[in-house]
């Protein structure tokens, strides 16, 4: 079935509107579940989550090809932080799975208000954007601990390890591609 493009116009409207509660409520959910060992800034996971929404927002766009990629690899770059963060890979799941809550919460009415063909159209969209993130997900955090294991001879990365100045390095480098991106929109 081809999705429609005022099925996918109409969710990255809704998606655009509700995208600040969102993300706060996302955030909260993440930062409530991390342990009192050492984890990145919230502004750090806030900066991530962002970029994640804003990202999947342009999947829902005239540029969603053009955003797979970048969609993908910021995906798999979430499940190395993860790793670093101390995460099992199950619990990168769970974070990927509690989007994908909120965005059914948010989008509910829409759904309801489509015709069934556009409605199922845009949420099985959707639901693959978002299947291919946590597969990515997992293969970046699966790639970060086996990384860690062959560098540190068995010992797997702890959390007390996440440096905030690499990951903000590689945000900014994600939201410059992200940028470059919404500008040929």
Known sequence: MKTSAPALAAV??????????IQAEWVDWIVSRLSSVQHPRRETIERQVALLLDLLLQMTGPLRRESTELWLNASEWYGQTAAQRGL??????????????????HLSEL?????ARQSMAGVLRLNRFLDM?????VVGYTDALVESLL???????????TDDTVIEERLDQFEHDLAELQSRA
């Open 12 to 21: 990255g409207r809704i998606l655009a509107a509700g995208r600040d509660k």
């Open 88 to 105: 099992a890979a199950g619990e990168i799941v769970e974070e990927f799975q509690y989007l994908r809550e909120l965005l059914i919460r």
């Open 111 to 115: 759904v309801a208000a489509l015709p």
């Open 133 to 137: 993130g946590v597969s990515h997900a």
């Open 151 to 161: 560098e540190r001879q068995g010992i797997p990365v702890g959390a007390t390890e």
